[in-house]
C-alpha cells in the first residue's frame, strides 16, 4: 500500500510541476508586493539562520541591506543594529521569494512579479547586479549601494513602463528556448538574457524615459549576462510552491543555502527543514583568490537544480565548464547521472544533444539515498569575508545528512499512521 501511497503522490506533484506555467507579470517594491515584508524586515538565502551564525557574505549583503535602506549610515552601525534583535530575519522561502547567493530582499529593493499562470500562485525575486564585487556576494562599499540605488531609480521604472506596454513575458518558453540555445538556467544565462532584451527592447524604447536612461538601461542588461537568472529563479519557485504539501510525496520540493548551512524541504513534509553544514565549492578562482579565500556554499539558486534545469540540464549547455569548471563531458554525465534520482523527465526542457530528452525533473529522496547519488549542483563562490565579493564559480554536491534526516522524518510520519 505504502508504495502505491507514494507513487500516486510522487506523480502529482510532477503533474503539477509539468503543467506549471510561470509569466512574468510586472515589477514592484518589496515592501509593497512580498507578504509578510516591513521596513525592518530583511529577507536571506537558505534555511533559516541567525546573526551570530551567519557566514561573512551574508552579514555582508545584511550590511549592504541596512546601508542601502537608510537604516544605518556605516559598518558599525549596521552590525550593532544587526546584532540588536530589532530586524527581523527570514528566509525568502517563507515569503513566495528567492535570492541568489546571499539572496537578501530588503523593502524598498524593486523585485520582478511572476504568477504561475496555471496555479495562481506568485514569486518575487530582486533584479540582478551583475558578478564580482556585488551585494550578493556580500559587498557593501559605495559604488554597490549606489547600483542598488540606480537600479531602484532608473533600471526598475524603465523595465515596468516596458513590461507595461509588453504585457506579460511568457517565462516558461523562454527558457525552454533558452536551454536549447546552451543555456542550463543557473550559471548560464546568456542566451535567456539575449531573448529577454529581445523581447523588451521595442518597449523599453518607447517608454516615457529620456534616451540617456533607456540606452543605460539596455547597455546595463547587454553587459550582464546573468541577468536572466534572476527570473529563471522565480520561475522555478512559481513552479515548486504550487506543489508543495502533496503528502506522501518524496519528491524534493526546495534546495537552498545560507552560507552555513544547507536546508531542503520535501512535498509530502510540509514547510520542516533538514539540514547540515553547506560544502565547500570546488571550481575556477578569479586571479589573485583561491580556495582558502572561498565560504560554503551559499545562496536559493538551486531552485533550479530542484526543478530540473541548472546543473541537471548541463548536458546542454557545455561551454558552462569554461565558468565552473571540468569538461563538455563531465557536463554530458552530471545531466545522465540525475537521472537516477529524478521521477521522470520534464516535458518542457529538452536537451537536443541527447535527442530531445527531457531534463531529469523530480528528486525523489528515497532514490538519492538508495544510489548514494547527489544532486548536482553548480554555483558561483563567493569571499568568506564580508565586504570582497564573489571569487570564483564551481560544483558542489548538498550534504547527503539533509537527505537521510529527511527520509527517516518521512519513515517516521508512515510508522505513526500505522502504513507501515
Not at 3 to 20: F, R, T, Y
Not at 327 to 356: G, Q
Not at 366 to 379: D, L, S
Amino acid at each position: 500500500m505504502i508504495e502505491k501511497l507514494i507513487q500516486d503522490a510522487n506523480d502529482k506533484v510532477l503533474e503539477i510541476m509539468q503543467s506549471s506555467h510561470p509569466v512574468l507579470v510586472g515589477i514592484g517594491i518589496a515592501g509593497e508586493v512580498i507578504p509578510g515584508m516591513t521596513k525592518k524586515t530583511l529577507l536571506h538565502a537558505g534555511p533559516p539562520i541567525t546573526w551570530d551564525k551567519m557566514s561573512g557574505p551574508l552579514k555582508g549583503a545584511i550590511i549592504g541591506a541596512l546601508l542601502y535602506e537608510g537604516l544605518a549610515t556605516d559598518q558599525e552601525a549596521a552590525e550593532k543594529l544587526a546584532a540588536s534583535g530589532e530586524i527581523k530575519f527570514d528566509p525568502c522561502h517563507h515569503h513566495s521569494s528567492v535570492g541568489p547567493m546571499a539572496g537578501v530582499v530588503s523593502a524598498t529593493m524593486p523585485v520582478w512579479i511572476l504568477e504561475n499562470k496555471t496555479y495562481g500562485n506568485k514569486a518575487f525575486c530582486t533584479l540582478n547586479e551583475g558578478l564580482g564585487k556585488v551585494l550578493r556576494y556580500g559587498a557593501f562599499s559605495s559604488e554597490v549601494i549606489d547600483r542598488l540605488k540606480w537600479m531602484e531609480n532608473v533600471l526598475a521604472p524603465v523595465l515596468k513602463e516596458a513590461l507595461e506596454l509588453h504585457g506579460p513575458v511568457d517565462l516558461k518558453v523562454m527558457i525552454a528556448q533558452a536551454i536549447q540555445m546552451g543555456d542550463e538556467g543557473h550559471n548560464r544565462n546568456k542566451a535567456g538574457t539575449s531573448l529577454l532584451i529581445r523581447e523588451l527592447a521595442p518597449f523599453i524604447v518607447k517608454t516615457s524615459f529620456s534616451e540617456e536612461d533607456k540606452a543605460a538601461v539596455l547597455k546595463f542588461m547587454h553587459s550582464n549576462d546573468h541577468f536572466f537568472l534572476n527570473l529563471t529563479m522565480p520561475a522555478c519557485k512559481c513552479t515548486l510552491d504550487a506543489a508543495a504539501g502533496i503528502k506522501y510525496s518524496t519528491i524534493v520540493n526546495t534546495q537552498a543555502r545560507n552560507g552555513t548551512e544547507f536546508g531542503i524541504r520535501i512535498s509530502g513534509l510540509g514547510d520542516r527543514w533538514f539540514t547540515a553544514p553547506a560544502n565547500m565549492v570546488k571550481g575556477l578562482y578569479f586571479p589573485g583568490f583561491s580556495e582558502k579565500d572561498a565560504n560554503p556554499d551559499i545562496g536559493d539558486s538551486v531552485i533550479t537544480e530542484t526543478t530540473g534545469i541548472g546543473g541537471f540540464a548541463m548536458a546542454g549547455a557545455p561551454a558552462i565548464v569554461q565558468f565552473v569548471g571540468g569538461t563538455p563531458k563531465d557536463a554530458v554525465n552530471f545531466t545522465t547521472s540525475m537521472y537516477e534520482i529524478t521521477h521522470e523527465e520534464n516535458k518542457s526542457f529538452v536537451i537536443p544533444f541527447l535527442n530531445f530528452r527531457g531534463t531529469p525533473t523530480g528528486i525523489d529522496i528515497r532514490k538519492v539515498i538508495e544510489t548514494g547519488i547527489m544532486p548536482i549542483i553548480n554555483t558561483g563562490i563567493a569571499h568568506k569575508e564580508a565586504g570582497v565579493g564573489q571569487v570564483g564559480a564551481g560544483l558542489v554536491y548538498p550534504p547527503q545528512k539533509c537527505y537521510e534526516d529527511a527520509l527517516e522524518a518521512f519513515v517516521a510520519e508512515m510508522e505513526k499512521e500505522g502504513i507501515i
